[in-house]
């Protein structure tokens, strides 16, 4: 502690510059490069174009964000937004578009606790749990859909993935409304701080006397509340049912995460961060596309991105 | 023996649910599916597992380090992809080239600099489809004899597959049981800090585990495409869960320093039995999807873990 104090101005600003997560780095560069070669990018209207596609995945990003703070990871986001699509718009389930959203909502809070059940009772590594749960679900709903193909999604959610506000797209903006109060609630609320305990040092936390189950528990369920949302999003961009939603949810938001600077075993990274790298991610996307790049350097781009962000953030806490 | 076996503590790993899973599906199939207890189909799921045995055996050598790779599947794909592309002579040194690279970056960022194994092979896996869908963007190509030689060609009068198998568990169980990387590797699983202090080196070690790793991907990828004949991108995209359900259906854990051959070769048959039953009982490809997730859901729920999380 005393030797910070001593340090000199000019390497403690380096110091927090270093400390920024990379996606502030990474959209600098890339709005540079855009302006650089195509400028196109940049207009005002296919910036909020870019920050509407965004939405989906930053919705889902707040839920991964959640749990990666108190070290755990919940890849079934793929088959939580398939589930949902599924019901949604199979037309299985009877009753008005409340009785649907209402159903999907439950579906994903029952998927998390699922989840939740698992990590947290049978101590089951949250990694194979949570990938075993979204093959559990793409099968189910894969093996379903053979006997009734999706159909149009409810108007509500439609409107809310179509529609504009004085020319500003919905779907960002119920993003930032997401945000927001998750933001606030973990800076300042008992809960949140006992997040940030968990994320700290589980062991101390639970020594503590922090209700670690419990809280392991419902991050869960919200993260899977989260992928919900999320899926709603893209459901009403694309105004039907399809087997192709979400299926690069849980990757795109780990990268996400990670390039936004929560990272395992630290318990640190705002939520601004992760934010700020769901819309990196989606800029990326669009300028690859640009170039004419398609999906498997998109692929490699992704991996590689992820690799190289995890080595960058574990080199810095090691030293 | 058989105390030491079944107790808590046994570094093997297996238990009474490793052996009576893989016993009891075999007795259930003979009775219910008429077909099962069939030569031919016998052979069948011989030659289906033989990929998923090789793989699994790779895992398990990983995992007994602690760590776990994802990339497997990816790497069997590219090892596809690049059979069927390039010039027959160059490409089973250069697919195990390729599996060398992927190996060492696995494990330089697991070991050096510390990042998560799922975290990190995750990564490389997606690197890899990405890479092997440019290599090779659809399904096709044709196979050189010389390769595909390696699955059809009878040798006594036996499938190769029974000679692929009986190499990769002989070499496994050599490397694991009989050698001192072996005993340094359980060691440095069971606990890194105790072996490190010990004078094990850490480093090395689990550098060289996750290049065996994907050196058995590449292994696997040259039987299976010599054996469907074909080259195809995304061959292997479900071999990296189902090489860690068949593991942890064998009792390995997934933690680290707890795990045997013998027990990944029940794992590997179990799920075996269970994919071919399923076949055989008319069950959609799909539900099949989901019951290998039931499966992985099971099998992990069987290992307690002291920690709560990834």
């Known amino acids: 502690m005393l030797d910070t104090a001593d340090r000199s101005r000019g390497s403690r600003l380096l110091n927090v510059a270093t400390a920024l997560p990379i996606a502030y780095a990474g959209t600098l560069i890339l709005l ?23 939405a989906p995945l930053g919705v889902a990003v707040i839920g991964q ?36 959203i209402a159903c999907a909502l439950l579906f994903g809070a029952t998927v998390g606790l699922a989840n939740a059940f698992f990590i947290v009772r049978l101590r089951a590594s949250s990694v194979i749990v949570t990938l075993a749960m979204g093959l559990l679900l793409t099968g189910i709903v894969i093996a379903f859909s053979q006997f009734r193909a999706p159909g149009d999604a409810p108007a509500l959610l439609k409107y809310i993935g179509q529609s504009r506000i004085s020319g500003v797209p919905l779907a960002p903006l119920i993003w930032f409304a997401l945000l927001i109060p998750v933001a606030w609630f973990l800076k300042r609320s008992v809960l949140g701080h006992y997040i940030d305990a968990i994320g700290a040092n589980p062991r101390a936390a639970l020594a503590t006397g922090i209700p670690y189950g419990g809280i392991v528990v419902l991050v869960h369920v919200a993260s899977s509340l989260f ?49 700020v790298a769901a819309f990196m991610l989606t800029f990326l996307f669009n300028l690859l596309t640009s170039f004419g790049l398609g999906e498997p350097s998109k692929l490699m781009l992704q991996g590689a991105i992820i690799a190289v962000a995890a080595i960058a953030y574990s080199a810095r806490t090691k030293t | 023996m058989i105390g030491r076996l079944f107790s808590r503590t046994s570094r093997s790993g297996i238990g009474i649910i490793t052996i009576a899973l893989p016993l009891s599906m075999f007795v259930i199939l003979s009775f219910t599916a008429s077909s099962f207890f069939t030569a ?9 597992i033989t990929a998923l045995l090789i793989v699994s055996l790779g895992q398990l050598i990983v995992a007994i380090s602690g760590g776990v790779d994802l990339s497997v599947g990816s790497m069997l794909s590219l090892t596809s992809a690049i059979i069927v592309t390039f010039d027959p002579a160059i490409v089973v040194p250069l697919a195990i080239a390729a599996g ?50 390696l699955a059809h060609g ?16 002989l070499l496994c169980w050599l490397l694991l049981s009989r050698s001192a990387f072996g005993l340094r590797l359980y060691a440095l699983g069971a606990n890194p800090r105790n072996a490190s202090l010990n004078g094990v080196k850490v480093v090395g070690p689990i550098i060289t585990c996750y290049v065996l790793c994907s050196l058995s991907a590449v292994a696997a990828g040259i039987f299976l495409t010599a054996r469907v004949s074909t080259g195809d991108p995304t061959i292997g995209a479900a071999f990296g869960l189902d090489s860690i359900t068949a593991i942890a259906l064998g009792g390995v854990q997934l933690s680290g320093g707890v795990g045997s051959v013998p027990g990944v070769i029940l794992g590997v048959v179990t799920l075996g039995l269970a994919t071919n039953g399923m076949n055989l009982l008319g069950v959609s490809p799909f539900l099949r999807m989901a019951a290998t997730g039931l499966l992985l859901l099971g099998a992990v729920s069987l290992q307690r873990r002291k920690t709560i999380g990834v």
């Open chain 2, 40 to 48: 031919q189909n016998l052979g069948n799921v011989g030659n289906q």
């Open chain 2, 100 to 149: 060398c690279v992927l190996g060492t970056v696995n494990g330089i960022g697991v070991a050096i600099f510390g990042v998560h194994p799922l975290v990190m092979t995750l990564a490389t896996a997606t690197f890899v489809q990405g890479l092997t869908l440019l290599v090779s963007p659809v399904p096709g190509g044709v196979v050189a004899p010389a390769i595909e030689a």
């Open chain 1, 32 to 54: 540079i490069c855009a302006y650089m070669f195509r400028p196109a990018l940049l207009s005002p209207l296919l910036l909020m174009l870019i920050i509407r596609q965004a």
């Open chain 1, 227 to 275: 992928a919900v949302f999320s899926a709603f999003l893209l459901v009403g961009f694309v105004g039907m049912g399809s087997l192709d939603i979400g299926r690069d949810l849980a990757l795109n938001s780990l990268a996400a995460v990670i390039l936004g600077g929560v990272t395992f075993g630290s318990g640190r990274g705002g939520v601004l961060g992760p934010a």
């Open chain 1, 65 to 100: 964000s959640l749990c990666m703070r108190i070290l755990s990871i919940d890849l079934s986001f793929g088959g939580v937004a398939m589930g949902v699509s599924y019901i949604l718009t199979s037309g299985y389930v009877p009753g008005g578009e409340a009785v649907l």
């Open chain 2, 154 to 169: 009878r040798l006594f009068g036996l499938q190769p597959s029974l000679f692929w198998c009986a190499g990769a568990i």
